[in-house]
Structures are given as C-alpha cells and as structure tokens.
C-alpha cells in the first residue's frame, strides 16, 4: 500500500504531467533545439537504432538530468525515438521525433475578400408552399430533408446554384414529374423523392426549402510560399452561418479587401472588422481546400508584405514559448501593422486540433482601436523571436483581449507544405501509467488475477 500510495503522489505531480504530457510525436525543424525541463531523475536516450538527434544535458552524465533542462538537437534530417526512463530502468514515454528541413515563408496580415462556392446547394431552411386548396404545405420536410443537408444533383443533374435548383424544380412540376434529389448528409448520401407543388403565391412549382449555394466574408491572410505560389488563411474553417456545417469547397477564390471600419469588441459580443472587396473581379488566388485549419490554394500573384519583405523561419510547436510574441493583421485601409501579443498558454498537440495557442492582447493601439481581437483577424500570423508560429482563430466572448490561435504545424500539413502523418495510431496507444499502476499491482499482490 505504501508503495502503491507513493505511486500515486508520483504521477499526480505537476513534473509528472510535464513530461507524460509530451506528446508521443513531435516535430523539430533543422537547426532548431527543443528544451525540456526534468525534474525527475530520469535518462533520456535516443534509440541505437536512431542517429537523427542528439542528446544533452548538464547534468554530471550526459543523458541523465536532475531538475535540469535536456536539449534535443538535430543532426540530421530523419526519424528518431528519444526514450525517458526513470533511475535509467523503468520506461516512462517515449517520443518520436521527425527532423524536418528548413521551411521559410512569408508571413500575412493581409486582408482579404473570401468567397466560397459550396459543392452543391446547402439546405438552410424551410419554406412552407401555399396550394391551390390554400393549404401550407412542406413537401421537402415531409419528405426527410432537413436544414443542414447538402443537395448534389437533382433527377441526376449536379447542381451548383440556387436559381438552377428552382428552374429543374419548377420544369419537373410543369411535366407533373417527382424530382428525384441526391443528398450529402454527413459522410453519407441519399436519395429522396419529393413531388413539386403549385405555390399560388409564385405561380411556380417549389418544394419548400431555402437554399444557399455560397458564402463570403472578410479575414486575414496567414502566409505564402513565393515559389510554389501555396498560401494559408483563416486558420479555421468556414462554417454555414445558418447551419452552422463546414461548407465543402467546390470552387472558390480570394480577393484583395479593405478594412473600412471597426466594430469594437465588448464582453459579451465580440467585435468585427467591416471589410470592402477592392475589385471582386480580380482574382488574387484560388481557394482548393476548406479545412478545419482554414482555406488553401494557390495565389495569382506575389504580396508584399512591408513588416516583413524577407522570408522568415517556421517553428515547430515545440519550439513556441510562453512569453511575449507579435501579430500582423489590417484594422485600417490595406495597412498591416505589428500588434505586442502575449502567449499566455500551450497545449501541445499529438494530433490536429484547433485551440493549441492561449493568447491575449497587450498592445494598447489594438485595444483602443478595436477592443482586442475581433471577427475578420482570424489567420493573422503570430510571430515569436522573428519565427512563424502560429495563426489567431478565436476571441473569448467574455474577454475579447483573449483567444485561441492554432500552430502553424498543422496549417502547413493542410497546405502541403509538410507531409500528413497517420495519426490514428497514436489514438490507440496504451497509456504507460495504466500499465505501470498494473505491474506494481501485481508485484505488491502476487494472488490478484
């Protein structure tokens, strides 16, 4: 029991959670030194097999640290396991880690235009149709579609707009057919059957639905590769602001946009910057992904970015400190300006998740100007010790000096930039303090099976 007890103190620990809370998969970039803070006495070791990092610490050995800092620097690129054991025998994590070339980009701040064609028409509402027994009837919900869902085609014609979906609607009733409509419905399709309906209001043959077949809006830009043409934005995704559903790309495009005015954020209701396209019709870049780490594609054009003409380092996630760092973002005009931030919070992430970044406005200008962060910074690049770390995607409601930002990681996975890794694995692993707690059971209780 007393051993069992002590267990338990142990791993309840903050230095426990530290470093159990590393995640199992990391990556550090050439040139780069990751730190980790020991205050256990554990040796850290790099598998044989593995000759991607090295190793040290200024403790009296050179794997073992004592409430001592362990740095793992790169030699070359490549795969390694670097091992935590405690007292050089009981294995406590293992972490493998990825060297990575160097990657300089870009950084945004700039304002842009998006408009965003969905993949079919997004069912918004519904509409009840008024017939000629002056009745309000609702073919479409009767017949089990609901806001939310996502028409493909229509008696086996894709459709892309809804003018289209009234006109095959309206033509099908005239010819005193069932239109026959394919839709997406989370991961899966289905097929439904609903007879059109004379509406005595329009004279024209409707269903009973509102539908939305685009979306546009204003953010910021987080950064561009100059020779692959590649860029980042929003850092999250763009949702229906009906249905609340991440809208599927089927085309779309980005255009130059000016920050007119401001609507400054207050508690409890979040501010947002009143944007104007410049020249809808010049297209500034192409939109090919909608993701849950914002919107990719490839620009038509170079954008000069006057804070940072040069390209400037990324840095990996476990490179990122709590401390002081920068945003760029436009809250005047086309001008993008440097704004102090501080990093106040890191989760670091095994797999892609959005919120990896606590951030909070320090920078008086923002402040009076727009009362923090507001709707239309999502993307802004954030930027600590002269590196791209990070975007700004979310405001606090109750603290609009307060949000989320995601790490640039998993932007430059969805942009290409860096190889996806499989993930689900990691999902799977057993967690070692299980194992650990069951072997010390069984030691200390030979009988329990």
């Keep these: ?80 396991t670097v091992e935590f054991k405690l007292f050089g025998i009981i294995p406590f994590r293992s972490v493998q880690v990825d060297v990575l070339p160097p990657i300089r980009l870009i950084p945004g701040g700039h304002s842009i235009g998006v408009v965003l064609q969905s993949q079919g028409v997004i069912v918004v509402g519904h509409s009840p149709v008024l017939n000629m027994l002056s009745q309000y009837v609702t073919p479409a919900k009767d017949a089990g579609i609901v806001v939310g869902d996502v028409i493909i085609s229509i008696n086996g014609t894709p459709v892309q707009s809804d003018a289209q979906v009234a006109e095959i609607i309206d033509e099908s009733g005239k010819n005193n057919r069932n239109v026959d409509i394919l839709l997406k419905r989370a991961e899966g399709q289905h097929h439904v059957t609903v ?110 970015n006057e804070k940072y003409p040069e390209l400037i380092p990324v840095a990996s996630m476990s490179q990122v400190q709590v401390g002081p760092a920068e945003m760029l973002t436009v809250v005047d005009g086309q001008t993008i300006d440097q704004f102090n931030i501080e990093i106040q919070k890191i989760n670091l992430q095994e797999v892609p998740e959005s919120k990896g970044l606590v951030i909070k406005v320090v920078d008086q200008r923002l402040i009076e100007k727009t009362g923090g962060i507001v709707q239309g910074m999502s993307g802004s690049p954030i930027i600590q010790n002269g590196k791209l770390v990070g975007a700004v995607t979310h405001v606090f409601v109750h603290d609009p000096t307060s949000g989320y930002g995601c790490f640039v990681d998993w932007m430059l996975m969805e942009s290409g930039i860096i190889p996806k890794k499989d993930h689900q694995s990691a999902r799977k692993l057993f967690s070692f303090s299980g194992v650990f707690f069951c072997n010390i059971i069984k030691i200390s209780c030979p009988n329990l099976s």
């Design 1 to 80: 029991m007393l051993i069992i007890s002590t267990i338990f103190a142990f791993c309840l620990s903050p230095q426990f959670r530290n470093i159990y809370g590393l995640p199992m998969h990391i990556r550090i970039i050439e040139g780069e030194t990751a730190l980790f803070d020991v205050n256990f006495p554990l040796t850290v070791t790099v598998r044989h097999d593995s000759d991607s990092i090295r190793v040290q610490s200024p403790g009296f050995l050179p794997t073992l640290a004592l409430s001592r800092p362990v740095s793992l620097q790169p030699v070359k690129l490549g795969q390694s």
């Design 195 to 304: 007879a059109p309906v004379l509406c005595t209001d329009t004279k024209r043959y409707r269903i009973g639905l509102f539908v939305r077949d685009s979306a546009a809006g204003v953010g910021t830009l987080s950064f561009y590769d100059p020779e692959s043409k590649i860029y980042g934005a929003l850092g999250h995704v763009i949702t229906d602001s009906d249905t609340n559903q991440p809208i599927d790309c089927d085309q779309g495009k980005i255009v130059m946009a000016t920050v007119s005015g401001i609507q400054q954020g207050k508690r409890g209701h979040p501010g947002e910057k009143i944007g104007v396209f410049i020249e809808e019709d010049q297209l500034l870049g192409t939109i090919s992904k909608n993701t849950q780490f914002g919107i990719y594609g490839e620009l038509n054009e170079k954008l000069p």
